[in-house]
């Protein structure tokens, strides 16, 4: 269709939706699209001046939590930049930065358009300073100081805006956004000097030059605290110099743990009382989002303990037991401990009680993790099970905070759901772990299930138990990512699954062709198709099965909709018993279990377990051959049979509908173990799916 003919079709279609239609935002953005794909044809600015006004006003209409704004803020992104890219305008650059900086906060890694805006934001950054650079690095056109200055800006906004969006600044006790911390710097004697020793360097020296002197200027001190009665918020401090206000306990702590980091000679502070505006949602979400960061990046985190006195010791301290303040440990490199006078815990002078002996043992005691945890962390998922087990005691004013105080340890990003239940947030945080890194540990635990999904616990206070090394199901491997999973699964539909079920069901063409020619975008798209058409119509009836020989070919357990598939040697139930029935009823109840190829197996189960349903039980052990204390690229039977010889920890399911299977939860951790190797040799392998 002509470039015009399509902007006046898509007018028309806006003229029936008049204000207060509820397809006027789709118009919008339909007429918007036109617009912009005119511009791209011609050239034309007006083009693309129209096609931005009608974004913007389709966003009035899709507010936070709409479900196409993201998509939207993309669009808009994309004009914007354009729009730069024709007037070099910086302010049009900046607000698509920020536009798609909002999508990748509401959005989560594997939905529709989040590579898309993770793409554009990754090139939109570097674009703010390339054009200063160039400037400054050429000697044909001269550098002059203004040039100079211009450069200086640009990388000290680029700096700052992996920091916190607020700072205190500890000399005059005023708490400046990123605007007020730029214009410090820039009237500031450090950057005088700075741009008179950059006239007398080239333009690469001139950017390491810039660069460090940023980096020193705007280094910060975070506080780490338990929130108390009357903490100053953003809206209490906000244009006032917190030195001047009028005393009280929590805005003397403010003042005192802004002194000290002055006195540690630095400029700048953070806390998370009045630092972050909490009555604005989008702010909240790129806060929680950037916690462990801001927290790893502090030069320095001073961790106020308000309950020690300065005689005693520091590991019944109640900061010891919040949730938050498990990150606020794990992230900062370098910690000092001050008590309840402000004194330096235990008066040892060092520059970082991480490395000091004496408080790593106690912090150690405090709190169950190892030293070389607290001293070198690295978020991710590796050990996601005792990860899960350090937060598991550890409680948070809010319910589901307990879930988003891990999403930075966990390095995930999700939406923050304020509103929705503890389980509800524990268990989004959980199926992302499974999904993205095949990682089958989450699912040791004992406890109440999860009411959404029973392969899940309700609290992580089922995580408490530390499991015994030689009992565990199994360990994470490094490096298993998203792309692992999908390949793993793609390899497997290709080898196996494909030709079988081409004889039972529909399967969208993408799967017939060569798994190996798909991009990732490809294999994303057929992990989708997977998931909704092959998945719930292939693995119930028609699931393969894996031998002793094959487990290399199974894959990874993966998310679907309403479940988790779950790779399991599997064990029918051949005969319960219930022990102990004589005598007054207590609050579980115990059962020996006879199952195939097992051991009898003792279990403890919160509820009764009917007679009826014993043929369909059967004891599962998850499988994934990426974390199974070995290499099994290249199978070494005798190291196999020892690995499956151990004892694991085993799920009680019960087969319901549609092919799929329901978690009893157990009291207590149900440890099995095959009978011989002859048992193990004859095990089957296959996908399960779990609801």
Not at 246 to 255: C, F, M, V, Y
Not at 438 to 456: E, F, N, P, Q, T
Not at 459 to 484: D, K, V
Not at 530 to 538: D, H, K, P, Q
Request: with cysteine; aromatic share 8%.
């Amino acid at each position: 269709m002509d470039s015009a003919d399509d902007v006046s079709q898509k007018r028309g279609e806006l003229d029936r939706c008049p204000p207060g239609h509820n397809g006027r935002d789709v118009a919008l953005c339909r007429l918007a699209a036109a617009f912009h794909r005119r511009y791209e044809n011609n050239g034309e600015i007006d083009d693309l001046n129209e096609a931005i006004a009608l974004y913007r006003a389709a966003l009035e209409l899709r507010p936070v939590g709409h479900a196409d704004r993201a998509s939207s803020l993309h669009d808009i992104a994309q004009c914007l930049a354009s729009r730069f890219r024709h007037s070099s305008a910086m302010s049009d650059l900046d607000e698509a930065i920020s536009a798609e900086r909002e999508v990748l906060l509401s959005l989560k890694r594997g939905d529709p358009g989040f590579d898309a805006s993770r793409r554009c934001l990754a090139d939109y950054v570097p674009m703010r300073t390339k054009k200063f650079v160039a400037m400054a690095s050429s000697d044909a056109l001269g550098v002059t100081g203004v040039d100079i200055e211009r450069v200086i800006r640009m990388v000290a906004f680029d700096t700052l805006q992996t920091m916190p969006t607020r700072l205190l600044h500890t000399p005059t006790g005023i708490l400046c956004n990123r605007d007020a911390q730029i214009s410090d710097f820039m009237g500031s004697e450090r950057c005088k000097q700075l741009v008179s020793l950059c006239k007398s360097y080239d333009g690469d020296q001139q950017m390491e030059l810039i660069r460090t002197e940023i980096l020193g200027h705007f280094q910060y001190v975070a506080l780490s605290h338990r929130w108390g009665e009357g903490e100053p918020s953003l809206h209490d401090i906000e244009g006032r110099n917190i030195y001047d206000m009028s005393l009280t306990w929590a805005l003397g702590k403010l003042q005192t743990f802004c002194t000290v980091a002055l006195k540690q000679d630095y400029s700048w502070a953070w806390s998370d009382t009045c630092c972050i505006d909490s009555h604005n949602s989008t702010e909240v979400q790129e806060t929680i989002a950037s916690m462990f960061v801001w927290y790893r990046q502090s030069a320095l985190t001073i961790v106020y303990l308000s309950d020690v006195a300065d005689t005693d010791s520091f590991v019944n301290s109640e900061w010891f037991k919040r949730g938050w303040t498990l990150q606020e440990l794990l992230a900062p490199r370098t910690i000092l401990f001050y008590t309840r006078d402000w004194s330096l815990y235990r008066n040892i002078a060092s520059f970082n009680h991480k490395m000091d002996a004496v408080v790593l043992d106690e912090l150690e005691t405090a709190t169950g993790i190892e030293s070389r945890f607290l001293t070198n962390f690295s978020p991710g998922m590796d050990n996601a099970r005792l990860r899960l087990q350090w937060a598991s005691k550890r409680r948070t004013t809010r319910p589901e905070d307990i879930a988003y105080s891990l999403f930075g340890i966990f390095d995930v990003r999700l939406p923050i759901l304020y509103g929705e239940s503890a389980e509800g947030a524990l268990g989004r945080l959980l199926v992302n772990i499974i999904s993205l890194s095949g990682d089958i540990s989450v699912l040791d635990w004992a406890g109440a299930a999860s009411s959404r999904h029973s392969c899940l616990p309700a609290s992580i206070t089922s995580y408490a138990a530390l499991l015994p090394a030689e009992e565990q199901s199994s360990t994470t491997s490094e490096g298993t990512s998203l792309f692992g999973a999908v390949r793993k699964l793609c390899d497997s539909v290709a080898t196996s699954l494909v030709p079988r079920f081409l004889r039972h069901s529909p399967i969208p063409a993408i799967v017939a062709s060569p798994i190996q020619l798909l991009t990732f975008e490809g294999l994303r798209s057929l992990y989708g198709s997977l998931t909704t058409s092959l998945v719930l119509g292939y693995l119930g009836p028609y699931a393969p099965e894996y031998d002793f020989h094959s487990l290399t070919r199974a894959p990874l357990p993966f998310r679907l909709n309403h479940g988790i598939a779950l790779p399991c040697f599997f064990y029918r139930v051949t005969a319960i018993r219930l022990t102990g029935e004589d005598g007054p009823p207590l609050p579980s109840y115990k059962y020996t279990i006879r199952a195939s190829g097992l051991r009898p197996v003792e279990i403890e189960v919160p509820n009764k377990i009917e007679d009826a349903t014993t043929g369909a039980l059967l004891l599962a052990r998850p499988w994934h051959s990426n974390g199974q204390h070995m290499a099994l690229d290249t199978p070494n039977e005798e190291q196999l049979l020892l690995t499956l010889g151990r004892p694991f920890h085993a799920l009680l399911l019960m087969e319901v509908p549609h092919s799929t299977y329901k978690r009893i939860a157990p009291s207590t951790f149900i440890t099995a173990r095959a009978i011989d190797s002859a048992s193990i040799l004859q095990s089957r392998l296959k996908v399960l799916i779990v609801v």
